[in-house]
Protein backbone atom coordinates (compact mmCIF):
# COMPACT_ATOMS: atom_id res chain seq x y z
CA UNK A 1 0.00 0.00 0.00
CA UNK A 2 0.99 3.86 0.84
CA UNK A 3 0.77 4.19 -2.98
CA UNK A 4 -0.29 7.68 -4.46
CA UNK A 5 -2.40 7.85 -6.96
CA UNK A 6 -3.97 11.44 -8.74
CA UNK A 7 -5.44 12.13 -12.35
CA UNK A 8 -6.48 15.26 -13.83
CA UNK A 9 -9.45 14.99 -12.35
CA UNK A 10 -8.59 13.78 -8.95
CA UNK A 11 -11.67 11.01 -9.29
CA UNK A 12 -9.97 7.55 -9.37
CA UNK A 13 -9.08 4.75 -7.43
CA UNK A 14 -6.06 2.96 -9.06
CA UNK A 15 -5.99 -0.79 -9.27
CA UNK A 16 -3.07 -3.28 -10.13
CA UNK A 17 -2.74 -3.51 -13.43
CA UNK A 18 -0.90 -6.76 -14.81
CA UNK A 19 -0.23 -6.35 -18.61
CA UNK A 20 2.53 -4.98 -19.72
CA UNK A 21 4.39 -5.12 -22.83
CA UNK A 22 8.29 -5.17 -23.13
CA UNK A 23 10.52 -3.80 -25.57
CA UNK A 24 14.06 -3.25 -25.86
CA UNK A 25 14.45 0.07 -28.03
CA UNK A 26 14.63 2.64 -30.73
CA UNK A 27 13.46 3.61 -34.49
CA UNK A 28 13.75 4.16 -37.84
CA UNK A 29 15.09 2.70 -40.79
CA UNK A 30 18.99 1.78 -41.74
CA UNK A 31 21.73 4.09 -40.75
CA UNK A 32 23.43 4.40 -37.69
CA UNK A 33 22.89 6.18 -34.51
CA UNK A 34 24.22 9.52 -34.70
CA UNK A 35 25.23 10.71 -31.11
CA UNK A 36 22.92 13.74 -29.76
CA UNK A 37 25.63 15.23 -27.01
CA UNK A 38 29.27 15.06 -27.10
CA UNK A 39 30.58 11.92 -26.56
CA UNK A 40 30.71 10.32 -23.12
CA UNK A 41 34.17 8.57 -22.03
CA UNK A 42 34.59 4.66 -23.04
CA UNK A 43 32.07 2.78 -20.68
CA UNK A 44 33.96 0.52 -17.77
CA UNK A 45 31.14 -0.74 -16.62
CA UNK A 46 27.84 -2.56 -16.79
CA UNK A 47 24.74 -0.52 -15.40
CA UNK A 48 21.57 -1.70 -14.42
CA UNK A 49 18.47 -1.88 -16.86
CA UNK A 50 17.40 1.45 -17.65
CA UNK A 51 12.95 1.28 -17.60
CA UNK A 52 11.37 3.68 -19.59
CA UNK A 53 7.61 3.49 -19.65
CA UNK A 54 5.60 4.21 -22.81
CA UNK A 55 1.45 4.83 -22.21
CA UNK A 56 -0.70 5.61 -25.69
CA UNK A 57 -4.13 4.67 -26.66
CA UNK A 58 -3.82 1.48 -28.71
CA UNK A 59 -7.30 0.68 -28.74
CA UNK A 60 -10.67 2.18 -28.61
CA UNK A 61 -12.13 5.45 -30.06
CA UNK A 62 -9.33 7.29 -30.37
CA UNK A 63 -6.79 4.14 -31.62
CA UNK A 64 -5.90 5.84 -34.63
CA UNK A 65 -2.94 7.88 -32.34
CA UNK A 66 -1.65 3.96 -31.79
CA UNK A 67 -1.42 3.02 -34.90
CA UNK A 68 2.51 2.96 -36.19
CA UNK A 69 3.46 2.76 -32.28
CA UNK A 70 4.32 -0.83 -33.02
CA UNK A 71 6.66 0.03 -35.82
CA UNK A 72 8.19 3.17 -33.99
CA UNK A 73 9.07 0.62 -30.98
CA UNK A 74 10.61 -2.47 -33.56
CA UNK A 75 12.71 0.19 -34.81
CA UNK A 76 14.00 1.84 -31.34
CA UNK A 77 14.84 -1.84 -30.41
CA UNK A 78 17.35 -1.89 -33.30
CA UNK A 79 19.05 1.60 -32.00
CA UNK A 80 19.17 0.64 -27.98
CA UNK A 81 19.96 -3.03 -28.82
CA UNK A 82 23.64 -1.93 -27.13
CA UNK A 83 22.89 -0.03 -24.20
CA UNK A 84 22.76 3.69 -23.62
CA UNK A 85 26.34 4.85 -22.13
CA UNK A 86 25.18 7.22 -19.28
CA UNK A 87 28.26 8.37 -16.72
CA UNK A 88 30.77 6.05 -17.98
CA UNK A 89 28.45 3.01 -17.35
CA UNK A 90 26.76 1.29 -20.53
CA UNK A 91 22.97 0.50 -19.23
CA UNK A 92 21.01 -1.70 -21.35
CA UNK A 93 17.15 -0.79 -21.87
CA UNK A 94 13.78 -1.73 -21.05
CA UNK A 95 11.14 0.32 -22.28
CA UNK A 96 7.59 -1.13 -20.77
CA UNK A 97 4.53 -0.40 -22.89
CA UNK A 98 1.09 0.28 -21.85
CA UNK A 99 -2.72 0.71 -23.52
CA UNK A 100 -4.30 3.37 -21.94
CA UNK A 101 -7.30 1.89 -24.21
CA UNK A 102 -8.68 5.52 -24.70
CA UNK A 103 -9.55 6.16 -21.59
CA UNK A 104 -7.90 8.74 -18.61
CA UNK A 105 -9.18 6.42 -16.09
CA UNK A 106 -7.29 3.44 -17.26
CA UNK A 107 -4.07 5.96 -18.56
CA UNK A 108 -3.73 7.18 -14.77
CA UNK A 109 -4.09 3.46 -13.64
CA UNK A 110 -1.43 2.23 -16.01
CA UNK A 111 0.83 5.13 -15.22
CA UNK A 112 0.87 4.13 -11.51
CA UNK A 113 1.72 1.02 -11.80
CA UNK A 114 4.90 1.65 -14.35
CA UNK A 115 5.76 3.90 -11.94
CA UNK A 116 5.06 2.14 -8.57
CA UNK A 117 4.86 -1.21 -9.46
CA UNK A 118 7.81 -1.59 -12.63
CA UNK A 119 10.10 1.45 -11.28
CA UNK A 120 10.73 3.08 -14.07
CA UNK A 121 12.97 5.63 -14.53
CA UNK A 122 11.58 7.88 -17.00
CA UNK A 123 7.86 8.50 -19.04
CA UNK A 124 7.01 8.83 -21.83
CA UNK A 125 3.26 9.74 -23.02
CA UNK A 126 1.46 10.27 -26.01
CA UNK A 127 -1.75 11.27 -27.83
CA UNK A 128 -4.89 14.15 -26.56
CA UNK A 129 -5.46 15.41 -22.54
CA UNK A 130 -7.47 12.07 -22.08
CA UNK A 131 -4.00 10.53 -21.86
CA UNK A 132 -0.83 12.59 -21.37
CA UNK A 133 -2.62 14.47 -18.36
CA UNK A 134 -3.30 11.54 -15.90
CA UNK A 135 -0.57 10.04 -16.87
CA UNK A 136 1.50 13.64 -16.72
CA UNK A 137 -0.56 14.07 -12.85
CA UNK A 138 0.70 10.69 -12.00
CA UNK A 139 4.24 11.62 -12.83
CA UNK A 140 3.82 14.99 -11.19
CA UNK A 141 2.46 13.22 -8.05
CA UNK A 142 5.52 10.73 -7.80
CA UNK A 143 8.12 12.55 -8.45
CA UNK A 144 8.71 10.87 -12.45
CA UNK A 145 10.28 12.65 -15.10
CA UNK A 146 8.05 12.77 -18.32
CA UNK A 147 7.88 13.64 -21.73
CA UNK A 148 4.45 13.85 -23.19
CA UNK A 149 3.23 14.53 -26.65
CA UNK A 150 0.69 14.98 -29.40
CA UNK A 151 -2.10 17.47 -27.04
CA UNK A 152 -1.88 21.26 -27.82
CA UNK A 153 -0.17 22.79 -25.08
CA UNK A 154 -3.37 24.64 -23.48
CA UNK A 155 -5.12 21.65 -22.67
CA UNK A 156 -2.01 19.84 -21.29
CA UNK A 157 -0.74 22.89 -19.26
CA UNK A 158 -3.92 24.69 -18.12
CA UNK A 159 -5.85 21.21 -18.33
CA UNK A 160 -3.63 20.17 -15.42
CA UNK A 161 -3.91 23.59 -13.18
CA UNK A 162 -1.21 25.20 -14.27
CA UNK A 163 -1.87 29.01 -14.76
CA UNK A 164 0.80 31.03 -17.51
CA UNK A 165 3.12 33.30 -15.94
CA UNK A 166 2.87 31.56 -12.70
CA UNK A 167 3.13 27.66 -13.05
CA UNK A 168 6.00 25.77 -12.97
CA UNK A 169 5.88 21.77 -13.28
CA UNK A 170 9.00 20.58 -11.52
CA UNK A 171 8.86 16.90 -13.22
CA UNK A 172 6.58 17.09 -16.72
CA UNK A 173 7.43 18.17 -19.71
CA UNK A 174 5.43 18.55 -23.38
CA UNK A 175 6.16 19.40 -27.00
CA UNK A 176 3.68 20.32 -28.78
CA UNK A 177 1.77 23.06 -31.28
CA UNK A 178 -0.66 25.50 -29.44
CA UNK A 179 -4.29 26.56 -30.08
CA UNK A 180 -2.74 29.98 -31.18
CA UNK A 181 -1.06 27.97 -34.20
CA UNK A 182 -4.19 25.82 -35.29
CA UNK A 183 -6.78 29.01 -34.72
CA UNK A 184 -3.65 30.68 -37.45
CA UNK A 185 -4.24 27.64 -39.43
CA UNK A 186 -8.01 27.05 -39.86
CA UNK A 187 -8.61 30.99 -40.38
CA UNK A 188 -5.87 31.02 -43.17
CA UNK A 189 -7.62 28.22 -44.58
CA UNK A 190 -10.78 29.83 -44.58
CA UNK A 191 -10.02 32.95 -45.67
CA UNK A 192 -8.55 31.41 -48.97
CA UNK A 193 -12.31 30.51 -49.42
CA UNK A 194 -15.39 32.15 -50.49
CA UNK A 195 -17.77 31.79 -47.60
CA UNK A 196 -20.19 33.76 -45.47
CA UNK A 197 -17.74 33.40 -42.26
CA UNK A 198 -20.47 31.48 -40.14
CA UNK A 199 -18.78 28.62 -38.47
CA UNK A 200 -20.74 26.15 -36.69
CA UNK A 201 -18.65 24.49 -33.41
CA UNK A 202 -18.36 20.60 -32.97
CA UNK A 203 -16.97 20.81 -29.70
CA UNK A 204 -17.50 17.79 -27.03
CA UNK A 205 -16.99 17.64 -23.69
CA UNK A 206 -13.74 16.55 -22.93
CA UNK A 207 -10.34 17.85 -22.59
CA UNK A 208 -9.88 18.76 -25.93
CA UNK A 209 -13.02 20.33 -26.86
CA UNK A 210 -13.46 22.45 -23.44
CA UNK A 211 -10.39 23.83 -24.50
CA UNK A 212 -10.64 24.77 -28.09
CA UNK A 213 -14.30 25.71 -27.01
CA UNK A 214 -12.62 28.29 -24.18
CA UNK A 215 -13.93 31.97 -24.25
CA UNK A 216 -10.44 32.79 -22.85
CA UNK A 217 -8.24 30.52 -25.08
CA UNK A 218 -10.32 29.47 -27.65
CA UNK A 219 -11.59 29.70 -31.10
CA UNK A 220 -14.54 31.62 -30.15
CA UNK A 221 -12.43 34.78 -28.81
CA UNK A 222 -9.61 34.65 -31.77
CA UNK A 223 -12.80 34.05 -34.82
CA UNK A 224 -15.04 37.44 -33.82
CA UNK A 225 -12.33 39.97 -34.37
CA UNK A 226 -11.16 38.45 -37.80
CA UNK A 227 -15.37 38.93 -38.47
CA UNK A 228 -16.52 35.30 -38.71
CA UNK A 229 -19.53 34.54 -36.21
CA UNK A 230 -19.66 31.26 -34.12
CA UNK A 231 -22.93 29.17 -34.04
CA UNK A 232 -22.35 26.90 -31.15
CA UNK A 233 -24.55 24.52 -30.01
CA UNK A 234 -22.81 23.01 -27.04
CA UNK A 235 -20.61 20.51 -25.49
CA UNK A 236 -22.03 17.20 -26.63
CA UNK A 237 -20.90 13.97 -25.19
CA UNK A 238 -18.26 12.05 -27.37
CA UNK A 239 -19.76 8.89 -29.34
CA UNK A 240 -22.99 10.22 -29.93
CA UNK A 241 -25.10 8.48 -32.52
CA UNK A 242 -27.77 11.81 -33.16
CA UNK A 243 -26.55 14.92 -34.64
CA UNK A 244 -29.63 16.16 -35.76
CA UNK A 245 -30.00 18.65 -33.12
CA UNK A 246 -26.84 20.54 -34.73
CA UNK A 247 -27.10 20.12 -37.75
CA UNK A 248 -30.50 22.00 -37.59
CA UNK A 249 -28.90 25.19 -35.75
CA UNK A 250 -26.16 24.91 -38.72
CA UNK A 251 -28.56 24.90 -40.86
CA UNK A 252 -31.06 27.33 -39.86
CA UNK A 253 -28.07 30.13 -39.29
CA UNK A 254 -26.35 29.47 -42.61
CA UNK A 255 -23.11 27.98 -41.22
CA UNK A 256 -20.79 27.56 -44.69
CA UNK A 257 -17.94 26.42 -42.49
CA UNK A 258 -17.53 23.29 -39.80
CA UNK A 259 -14.93 22.94 -37.41
CA UNK A 260 -14.17 21.03 -34.24
CA UNK A 261 -12.07 18.43 -32.44
CA UNK A 262 -14.07 15.10 -32.86
CA UNK A 263 -13.61 11.41 -32.31
CA UNK A 264 -13.07 9.59 -35.21
CA UNK A 265 -16.97 7.89 -35.10
CA UNK A 266 -18.27 11.00 -34.15
CA UNK A 267 -17.12 12.61 -37.37
CA UNK A 268 -18.56 9.96 -39.55
CA UNK A 269 -21.64 10.08 -37.78
CA UNK A 270 -21.41 13.84 -38.09
CA UNK A 271 -21.15 13.41 -42.07
CA UNK A 272 -22.83 10.74 -43.24
CA UNK A 273 -26.41 12.31 -40.81
CA UNK A 274 -25.43 16.00 -42.36
CA UNK A 275 -25.28 14.39 -46.19
CA UNK A 276 -28.83 12.49 -45.35
CA UNK A 277 -30.63 15.95 -44.07
CA UNK A 278 -28.71 17.86 -47.26
CA UNK A 279 -26.29 19.76 -45.36
CA UNK A 280 -22.92 20.31 -46.58
CA UNK A 281 -20.70 23.19 -45.75
CA UNK A 282 -18.11 24.52 -48.01
CA UNK A 283 -15.27 23.81 -45.39
CA UNK A 284 -15.47 20.53 -42.66
CA UNK A 285 -12.34 21.72 -40.97
CA UNK A 286 -11.87 18.95 -37.78
CA UNK A 287 -8.88 17.83 -35.93
CA UNK A 288 -8.31 14.68 -34.24
CA UNK A 289 -10.77 12.86 -36.25
CA UNK A 290 -9.74 14.10 -39.78
CA UNK A 291 -5.92 13.56 -38.95
CA UNK A 292 -5.70 9.54 -39.85
CA UNK A 293 -5.88 8.08 -43.64
CA UNK A 294 -7.61 5.55 -42.09
CA UNK A 295 -10.23 7.18 -40.20
CA UNK A 296 -11.39 9.33 -43.59
CA UNK A 297 -11.92 5.99 -45.16
CA UNK A 298 -14.00 4.46 -42.79
CA UNK A 299 -16.54 7.07 -43.08
CA UNK A 300 -17.19 5.80 -46.63
CA UNK A 301 -19.30 6.60 -49.58
CA UNK A 302 -16.06 9.59 -50.59
CA UNK A 303 -17.47 11.87 -47.77
CA UNK A 304 -14.28 12.23 -46.53
CA UNK A 305 -12.86 13.68 -49.88
CA UNK A 306 -12.64 17.66 -49.12
CA UNK A 307 -11.95 17.77 -45.40
CA UNK A 308 -9.11 20.12 -44.14
CA UNK A 309 -7.19 19.40 -40.50
CA UNK A 310 -4.17 20.45 -39.12
CA UNK A 311 -0.61 18.94 -40.08
CA UNK A 312 1.78 18.43 -37.62
CA UNK A 313 4.71 15.62 -39.49
CA UNK A 314 4.81 15.00 -42.69
CA UNK A 315 7.04 13.30 -45.21
CA UNK A 316 7.96 16.65 -46.99
CA UNK A 317 8.63 18.59 -43.20
CA UNK A 318 12.30 18.95 -43.92
CA UNK A 319 13.48 17.54 -40.39
CA UNK A 320 15.89 14.22 -39.48
CA UNK A 321 16.02 11.89 -36.78
CA UNK A 322 18.62 12.60 -34.12
CA UNK A 323 18.42 8.71 -33.11
CA UNK A 324 18.95 7.59 -36.91
CA UNK A 325 19.90 10.28 -39.23
CA UNK A 326 16.60 8.90 -41.36
CA UNK A 327 14.84 12.18 -42.75
CA UNK A 328 10.71 12.45 -42.32
CA UNK A 329 10.03 11.19 -45.78
CA UNK A 330 12.71 8.16 -45.47
CA UNK A 331 10.68 7.61 -42.10
CA UNK A 332 7.39 7.57 -43.57
CA UNK A 333 8.65 5.59 -46.72
CA UNK A 334 9.62 2.85 -44.26
CA UNK A 335 6.46 2.69 -42.45
CA UNK A 336 4.68 2.13 -45.40
CA UNK A 337 6.81 -0.31 -46.58
CA UNK A 338 6.86 -2.27 -43.22
CA UNK A 339 3.23 -2.55 -42.58
CA UNK A 340 1.52 -1.86 -46.32
CA UNK A 341 -0.42 1.14 -44.99
CA UNK A 342 0.02 4.61 -45.31
CA UNK A 343 1.56 7.35 -43.10
CA UNK A 344 0.28 8.50 -40.86
CA UNK A 345 1.12 11.71 -38.52
CA UNK A 346 1.88 10.37 -34.97
CA UNK A 347 4.69 8.18 -36.41
CA UNK A 348 7.27 11.83 -36.52
CA UNK A 349 6.21 12.69 -32.62
CA UNK A 350 5.89 8.85 -31.47
CA UNK A 351 9.24 8.76 -32.67
CA UNK A 352 10.54 12.39 -31.47
CA UNK A 353 9.64 11.01 -28.19
CA UNK A 354 12.47 8.32 -28.15
CA UNK A 355 14.72 10.92 -29.19
CA UNK A 356 14.60 12.95 -26.67
CA UNK A 357 14.51 10.31 -24.37
CA UNK A 358 17.65 8.84 -25.37
CA UNK A 359 19.33 12.29 -25.52
CA UNK A 360 18.42 12.88 -21.92
CA UNK A 361 19.39 9.87 -20.56
CA UNK A 362 22.97 10.31 -22.42
CA UNK A 363 23.38 13.66 -20.69
CA UNK A 364 21.96 12.42 -16.74
CA UNK A 365 24.77 12.95 -14.11
CA UNK A 366 23.39 10.13 -12.87
CA UNK A 367 20.77 7.38 -13.54
CA UNK A 368 19.78 6.41 -10.33
CA UNK A 369 19.02 10.15 -9.27
CA UNK A 370 15.39 10.92 -11.15
CA UNK A 371 16.13 14.74 -9.97
CA UNK A 372 19.45 14.44 -12.29
CA UNK A 373 17.13 12.85 -15.23
CA UNK A 374 14.81 15.67 -14.81
CA UNK A 375 17.19 18.29 -15.16
CA UNK A 376 18.70 16.70 -17.86
CA UNK A 377 15.42 16.82 -19.34
CA UNK A 378 15.39 20.43 -18.87
CA UNK A 379 18.05 21.45 -20.18
CA UNK A 380 17.45 19.87 -23.58
CA UNK A 381 18.60 21.85 -26.59
CA UNK A 382 17.61 19.11 -29.55
CA UNK A 383 17.29 18.55 -33.30
CA UNK A 384 14.67 15.90 -34.09
CA UNK A 385 12.46 14.40 -36.52
CA UNK A 386 9.82 17.16 -35.98
CA UNK A 387 11.47 20.03 -35.54
CA UNK A 388 14.16 21.71 -32.69
CA UNK A 389 13.32 21.36 -29.33
CA UNK A 390 13.77 23.54 -26.60
CA UNK A 391 12.26 24.34 -23.13
CA UNK A 392 13.73 27.24 -22.83
CA UNK A 393 11.81 28.97 -25.02
CA UNK A 394 8.60 28.40 -23.94
CA UNK A 395 5.74 29.75 -23.95
CA UNK A 396 5.00 28.29 -20.46
CA UNK A 397 8.23 26.59 -18.81
CA UNK A 398 7.50 22.87 -19.30
CA UNK A 399 6.78 23.43 -22.81
CA UNK A 400 8.21 23.08 -26.30
CA UNK A 401 6.38 24.43 -29.74
CA UNK A 402 6.73 22.56 -32.59
CA UNK A 403 5.88 23.76 -35.86
CA UNK A 404 2.12 23.31 -37.49
CA UNK A 405 0.65 23.74 -41.40
CA UNK A 406 -2.53 22.75 -43.10
CA UNK A 407 -3.75 19.61 -45.68
CA UNK A 408 -6.88 18.86 -46.99
CA UNK A 409 -8.31 15.40 -48.39
CA UNK A 410 -8.28 14.02 -51.53
CA UNK A 411 -8.93 11.05 -53.39
CA UNK A 412 -5.92 9.39 -54.76
CA UNK A 413 -3.50 8.04 -56.64
CA UNK A 414 -1.36 5.21 -54.42
CA UNK A 415 -4.11 5.36 -51.79
CA UNK A 416 -8.03 6.48 -51.58
CA UNK A 417 -7.36 9.63 -50.37
CA UNK A 418 -4.52 11.40 -49.75
CA UNK A 419 -3.57 14.41 -47.39
CA UNK A 420 -1.87 17.58 -49.54
CA UNK A 421 -0.79 20.85 -47.52
CA UNK A 422 -2.34 23.73 -48.60
CA UNK A 423 -1.19 26.11 -45.93
CA UNK A 424 2.20 26.58 -44.61
CA UNK A 425 4.00 29.66 -43.03
CA UNK A 426 6.91 27.96 -43.04
CA UNK A 427 9.45 28.33 -46.02
CA UNK A 428 10.92 24.98 -45.60
CA UNK A 429 7.45 23.42 -45.42
CA UNK A 430 6.24 23.01 -48.84
CA UNK A 431 2.71 23.58 -50.49
CA UNK A 432 1.14 21.35 -52.49
CA UNK A 433 -2.03 22.53 -53.53
CA UNK A 434 -4.67 24.98 -52.74
CA UNK A 435 -7.76 24.68 -50.51
CA UNK A 436 -10.90 23.72 -52.24
CA UNK A 437 -14.59 23.97 -51.17
CA UNK A 438 -16.31 20.78 -50.02
CA UNK A 439 -17.86 18.79 -53.12
CA UNK A 440 -20.94 19.65 -53.75
CA UNK A 441 -21.35 23.03 -51.15
Not at 88 to 97: D, T
Not at 421 to 430: A, C, G, N
Request: net charge negative; hydrophobic share 40%.
Amino acid sequence: MGRKYITRRGFLKVSAVTAAGLALGACGPGATTAPTSAPAASPTAAGRAIKIGYVSPQTGPIAGFGEADNFILDGVRKVFADGISVAGAKHPVEILVKDSQSDPNRAAEVAADLILTDGIDLMVVSSTPETTNPVSDQCEVNGVPCISTVAPWQPWFIGRGGKPGETEFKWTYHFFWGLEDIIGVFLSIWDSLDTNKVVGGMWPNDGDGLAWSSPEVGFPPALKPKGYTVVDPGRYENLKDDFSAELSMFKEQNAQIVTGVMLPPDLGTFLVQASQQGFIPKAMTVGKAALFPSAVEAIGGGLGDGLTTEVWWSPSHPFKSSLTGASAKELADAYQTETNKQWTQPIGFVHALFEVAADTLKRAKDVDDKAAIRDALKATELDTIVGHLSWAKGPVPNVAKTPLVGGQWGKGTDFPFELTIVHSDYPDIPVGGTARPMPGS
